[in-house]
């Protein structure tokens, strides 16, 4: 059981660059969600979804987007990277039940130069 | 969701409990208490959750307050591998758990 897996583990964009930092759970999940951390700070949460077809913004979703096509995958889009979005990138899931704990990948590590 | 007040940072030495406390006074009557915790730069990882009775499971206690101002989460014999951050969360019973993390408490675990 994987659980929640995230790719790459690191990356360096260019300015202006796009890039899609992917995100698969094999728990059947119906909600998975996108945090980033800056250093020394909190989780921020930038989007999340309900369910296949369905997602929202959170706290912090200006630059990314989102689709949720499937179950499994919730890939995060950055457009045009700008160096406000050098951070830890975080994606979790959680099941269907009111209380059901947030399952975390390990992050990718991303740096805007 | 109500906010949280946790210490910046604690130490407790190895083979001790450690008690990490929490204050959340605007807690509302639906709102359970989370603690999850992030050892050095992996991601978070799920503790323990309560409403208003203490609560156990394998790797820790947590105690609630009976007015449910605050609450106390529990490492009993802490170790080094222990050494995190830990987050108190408020938050509401139901749908997405868009859970709000703040700075923590960055507990250290000394031989």
């Known amino acids: 059981n994987a659980g929640v897996t995230q790719t790459p583990k690191f990356r360096i964009l260019k300015i202006g660059q796009s890039m899609t930092l992917q995100c698969a759970q094999d728990m059947n999940h119906n909600y998975m969600y996108w945090y980033r951390q800056d250093p020394g700070m909190g989780l921020k949460l930038i989007y999340y979804s309900v369910g296949a077809g369905i997602t929202d913004k959170g706290e912090v979703p200006n630059g990314y987007n989102v689709s949720r096509s499937t179950t499994e995958d919730f890939p995060l889009r950055l457009e045009l990277a700008a160096p406000s979005q050098t951070s830890v990138y975080f994606c979790a899931s959680s099941g269907g039940q009111g209380n059901s704990p947030l399952h975390f990948g390990n992050g990718t590590r991303l740096t805007v130069t | 969701d109500a906010k949280t007040t946790q210490p910046t940072s604690m130490d407790c030495a190895e083979g001790r409990a450690a008690n990490l406390p929490c204050n959340h006074s605007?807690?509302?009557?639906?709102?359970?208490v989370y603690w999850y915790r992030q050892i050095h730069s992996q991601g978070p990882q799920y503790i323990i959750h309560?409403?208003?009775n203490n609560e156990t499971n394998e790797m820790a206690s947590l105690i609630i307050t009976e007015d449910r101002k605050s609450s106390t989460l529990i490492l009993p014999h802490a170790t080094l591998r222990d050494t995190a951050v830990y987050y108190c969360?408020?938050?509401?019973?139901?749908?997405?758990?868009?859970?709000?993390f703040g700075q923590g408490t960055r507990l250290t675990i000394n031989p």
């Open positions: 309560g409403l208003k």
């Open positions: 969360i408020v938050r509401a019973w139901g749908g997405a758990q868009k859970l709000v």
């Open positions: 605007t807690i509302s009557g639906n709102e359970y």
